[in-house]
């Protein structure tokens, strides 16, 4: 048994049970420059994500004339002009590499605004928030409602019916724009409501209808406090320069109401502007009281900004006493001094560059990167053969690559060794010193090449050899490097 | 036994545990995360019973579902099978030059006959048909029994000196172990065999003898200029390549005790499409005529 050191008889009630009861959160509506700024974001987001899906881009005869596709039966990626193969899934690796510095640099500039703002479990949180404010009320009716023993009279059921409803409709059309980005989605969308769709595209909507109803309409807050890692891992990448959420307790220390302040003030005795009026509590999303200074349930969605400035501007005193701020401000305030907002730092600068040099590298090898491209794989047993009259024969397995959605010729030659001869499996009809072959369209084509030259002419033991092929329509060109090895 | 006290700046109690003076606060997890966490638990038994888990002394549980690995492979590779078949059907209704026409047919035909290649030809001539002394390498374009494919198909099916009614016969006789040839006289045929393909010859050697003796006794099977005969299997000794060795030691003992390598009879063992698609690979691997 645990003995408890009563220092607080008010608050110390012995030991915590072994799990805590969630605590319901009922943030109450707000109005001002953030919120603003978080229905615009909600209403650019939702809409990229919902309507990206129909907006076409024109690739030619052939291929897919979706815009973002991601094309998985066919090992496509689309992205406008942008057509990835599944061996250039790296540039997927560059995508994270530069997602995760953009996210460090947002969290060095602004502390976690990516959570507040523009995380997809805020936005659609935001979003089953405000329908539930639209059918059941602000805060304090939704709080009556809860805590109200009434028999479930009809009016309320029909509420909550009503939201649930309207909430699994959200749910269910979060889910059926998931799978538009995997199939044409005019195409699908007829399909779905003819009940012609495969059927892994209707699992695929009962999944994520099913997470988007449960993490936005009941897990809330949880996620972010509990199941998300990004606020652990935030934590350890922050400094003290960011620009957090910040109380200013300066500013607002001691507490008292407005009628005492003012009388202090008046005999230029020192007060505090907050007012203890609860607005930023009431408001949070996450139920958390910031003048408790910084903590991890914060998502800084710089709701309770908005909601104590219009306290302030009602008793006349100025605003942000919560903003966007840090600790080294506050306590140049309580010196005098002018605050410093150190966004263009050492750690600030090197993010961007990093950011910049990784997307410069990715553009590069992007609009380099050839549609037409060559491997070889030399045999490797045997790796030489002597023939009859006493010549040499290396054996190639060479696989073409044509990126684009059209068939095309091309000549093979080899360059290294001397009086070199190229004869292609399967194929007798071509010139012997430069075989034609046809590559079929959007894909890859595998062929064995046997390349023989006279021993007398090439006496060193391996002999770099380079394949080149050309295409004789377009003249693009593509080689690869190997040995040519003798026996 | 451990103290509780109140953190006055969470407003949280504490544990009570302490470590180098840290006291840790009390934050029970949420109630839904405990469920979690012990539905896991759960689950992981459930696993336990219905899938084999537990490592014994020499074998390991079952499983409630009797479920195996080995059984679900072998589902998958009879599932395989099946779909192979019809284009196995495809590929032997398939003449031979079309197969090599065909690129789809050509991929299954060599991926089919490297297959079948490894599981029966690999042993004597080699995984990559590179052979080995005596063995012939099937990648040059020299054959003792012609390297066309109806020729290649001939060969695989009934082998070589097999026995098989069909077979190929014709043996390199013992010209020394018989007494057909002297000993001075198989030196000297070695040396002239030597000379057909450019080797040099040993001194003092006697062309016209050698030479001589040749079209007495070699003629026959390998032919007046020395380029040998598929009909018999006598291989072209003109050329740069030699199945027992080019040396005259090699040759003298070819010459006196005669050579005979056995290729099996596949026909009967492999099935028809197979043997035609193990006919293309080898074709394919480069000496094919
Ligand atoms: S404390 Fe303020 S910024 Fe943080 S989550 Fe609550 S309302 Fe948002
Ligand atoms: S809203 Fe502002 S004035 Fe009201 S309690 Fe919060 S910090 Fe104090």
Known sequence: MNKIVQTDPDQVEGVGPLYAAPKKVYPQSVFGTFRRIKWGLMAFCLGVYYLLPFVRWNRGLGAPDQAVLIDLPNSRFYFFFIELWPQEVYYFTGLLIIAALTLFLMNSVGGRIWCGYLCPQTVW?????AVERLIEGDRRERMRKAASADPLKLERISEIVLKHSIWLLLAWWTGGAWVLYFTDAPTLVKELVTFQAPAIAYIWIAILTATTYLLAGFMREQVCVYMCPWPRIQAALTDEWALNVTYRYDRGEKRMSVKKANELRALC?????????????????????????????????????????????????????????????????????????????PRTIIYIALIALVGGIMLYALLTRSLLDINVLHDRNPVAVKLSDGSIRNAYTVRFLNKRGFDRVVTIDVDGPQDAVLHVVGDDSTTPDRPMVVLGRDGTTELRVLVTAPSEKNSKRSIPIKFRI?????????????????? | MAESELDKVSGKTTTGH?????????????????????????????????????????????????????????????????????KMIALGA????????????????????????????????GSGGAGAKGYPNLNDDDWLWGGSLDQIVQTIQFGA??????????????????????????????????????????????????????????????????????????????????LYGSDEATLIETITNGRAGVMPTWVGRLDPSTIKALAVYVHTLGGGK
Request: with cysteine.
């Open chain 1, 125 to 129: 949180t935001d979003l089953f928030y």
């Open chain 1, 269 to 345: 005795l020192p007060a505090g502007d907050c007012v203890d009026c609860y607005q930023c509590v009431a408001t949070c999303p996450t139920g958390i009281d910031i003048r408790n200074g910084p903590q991890i349930d914060c998502i800084q969605c710089g709701l309770c900004i908005d909601a104590c400035d219009n306290v302030m501007k009602k008793i006349g005193r100025p605003t942000r006493l919560i903003g966007y701020d840090n600790d080294i401000n506050i306590q140049r305030r309580m010196a005098g001094k002018p605050p410093i907002y150190g966004i263009v730092r």
């Open chain 1, 470 to 487: 050309t295409d004789i329509g377009l003249g693009e060109v593509a080689s690869a490097i190997d040995n040519f090895v003798l026996p």
């Open chain 2, 18 to 86: 302490q470590w180098d003076g840290i006291k840790e606060l009390n934050t029970p997890l949420p109630r839904w995360w405990l469920i979690t966490f012990y539905a896991t638990i759960l689950w992981a038994i459930g696993y336990w019973v219905v899938y084999p888990a537990w490592p014994l002394l020499w074998s390991h549980t079952t499983g409630a579902l009797n479920y195996s690995t080995r059984a679900a492979v072998a589902v998958e590779l009879a599932n395989l099978e099946k779909i192979r078949g019809d």
């Open chain 2, 94 to 125: 398939a003449s031979l030059a079309d197969i090599e026409k065909d690129p789809a047919l050509l991929a299954l035909a060599r991926a089919r006959g490297k297959a079948a290649f490894g599981d029966n030809c690999a042993p004597c001539h």
């Open chain 2, 161 to 242: 000196r097999s026995g098989h009614t069909k077979t190929h016969e014709g043996a390199m006789l013992a010209f020394g172990k018989d007494g057909i040839l002297k000993r001075d006289e198989i030196g000297t045929v070695a040396n002239y065999v030597r000379s057909l393909s450019g080797l040099s010859t040993r001194q003092g050697y006697d062309v016209i003898a050698g030479a001589k003796i040749f079209v007495e006794n070699c003629t026959s099977c390998h032919g007046e200029a020395g380029k040998g005969n598929q009909e018999l299997g006598a291989p072209n000794l003109t050329d740069k390549i030699w």
